[in-house]
T-cell receptor
Framework: DTEVTQTPKHLVMGMTNKKSLKCEQHMGHRAMYWYKQKAKKPPELMFVYSYEKLSINESVPSRFSPECPNSSLLNLHLHALQPEDSALYLC?????????????FGSGTQLSVL | AQSVTQLGSHVSVSEGALVLLRCNYSSSVPPYLFWYVQYPNQGLQLLLKYTSAATLVKGINGFEAEFKKSETSFHLTKPSAHMSDAAEYFCAVTAGGNQFYFGTGTSLTVIP
């Protein structure tokens, strides 16, 4: 299994809503990532979890709250988002410390904030 | 610090023609270099990865890239473009660990 699965594929939410994005991988990867991608732009790193601990937070606003319940799951909780937060949110995973680190991406959640 | 620069945000080629997408890197340590492809409304898919084992790296879908240390380049090529190659292509670099740095991307158009 070389897949990273993200749900939902599409999400429309109002600025007062609370929603969550989910990501799952079963490759035994111990690093998991959230990226934000605007159209025709490269992915922007938001968060990295390594061994289920938050290791990188790229100064992301607190209305985005990541969670890593176990080594296979990664969530991104959304609250009080702004229209400019509309984007494709990508989850990725990778091995750690093997010298063969490469990112495996999910297909993303297309988020629209109204 | 590591970074990559992709020259040409848009490249158009005719079907059957050579594809050349340019990537130059900057790294204070021996880098790991990657090319990823992204089709519309999808995530990024790994095309190939350089890890110093060989300077010419073959990837999926007929793509290959050559690492040239003297030119700090890692250009992506394919001898004959296919319509299905139309996509966004990203070069990326890491020195290891969890920090991956992406280029700004090159949009490839294939003209029938």
């Amino acid at each position: 299994d070389t897949e990273v699965t993200q749900t939902p594929k599409h999400l429309v939410m109002g600025m007062t809503n609370k929603k969550s994005l989910k990501c799952e991988q079963h490759m035994g990867h111990r690093a998991m990532y959230w990226y934000k991608q605007k159209a025709k732009k490269p992915p922007e790193l938001m968060f990295v979890y390594s061994y289920e601990k938050l290791s990188i937070n790229e100064s992301v606003p607190s209305r985005f709250s990541p969670e890593c319940p176990n080594s296979s799951l990664l969530n991104l909780h959304l609250h009080a988002l702004q229209p400019e937060d509309s984007a494709l949110y990508l989850c990725a995973s990778s091995q750690v410390g093997t010298g063969d680190e490469k990112l495996f991406f999910g297909s993303g959640t297309q988020l629209s904030v109204l | 610090a590591q970074s990559v620069t992709q020259l040409g945000s848009h490249v158009s080629v005719s079907e059957g023609a050579l594809v050349l997408l340019r990537c130059n890197y900057s790294s204070s340590v021996p880098p790991y270099l990657f090319w990823y492809v992204q089709y519309p409304n999808q995530g990024l898919q790994l095309l190939l990865k350089y890890t110093s084992a060989a300077t010419l790296v073959k990837g999926i879908n007929g793509f290959e890239a050559e690492f040239k240390k003297s030119e700090t380049s890692f250009h992506l090529t394919k001898p004959s473009a296919h319509m299905s190659d139309a996509a966004e292509y990203f070069c990326a670099v890491t020195a290891g660990g969890n920090q991956f740095y992406f280029g700004t991307g090159t949009s490839l158009t294939v003209i029938p």
